[in-house]
Nanobody, 127 residues
Framework: QVQLVESGGGLVQPGGSLRLSCAAS????????IGWFRQAPGKEREGVAC????????YYADSVKGRFTIYRDNAKNTVYLQMDSLKAEDTAVYYC????????????????????WGQGTQVTVSS
């Protein structure tokens, strides 16, 4: 069964850090592009980071650039999202997704390009 499972969410104070994990079963993550998305209450889901299956290049939304890092551990079949300097506006449910994108550098943060999704993990940034 093809499945993605996120973990690592929780409550953190502003300025703190969290690391989210996206573990795959039923397929190898190094064969797909991976994106991280988030959805805050009352808002549409937005892409925050993605990594290429071809060369592991990474791309970020402007809102998280310099604070979030996406990276792969192929031995563990897991992709991570390291989130530093967290802000209240980072509060959201975070999802990972996989797909084989035609052009990740322009499509990587488009949710329509991904076909397998995890169930999401809640991140709350609050004092």
């Amino acid at each position: 069964q093809v499945q993605l499972v996120e973990s690592g969410g929780g409550l953190v104070q502003p300025g703190g850090s969290l690391r989210l994990s996206c573990a795959a079963s039923g397929f190898r993550l190094d064969t797909v592009d991976i994106g991280w998305f988030r959805q805050a209450p009352g808002k549409e889901r937005e892409g925050v980071a993605c990594t290429s299956r071809i060369d592991s290049r990474t791309y970020y939304a402007d809102s998280v650039k310099g604070r979030f890092t996406i990276y792969r551990d192929n031995a563990k079949n897991t992709v991570y999202l390291q989130m530093d300097s967290l802000k209240a506006e980072d509060t959201a449910v975070y999802y990972c997704a996989s797909g084989q994108l035609l052009l990740i550098q322009t499509m990587g943060l488009w949710e329509s390009e991904y076909d397998t999704w995890g169930q999401g993990t809640q991140v709350t940034v609050s004092s």
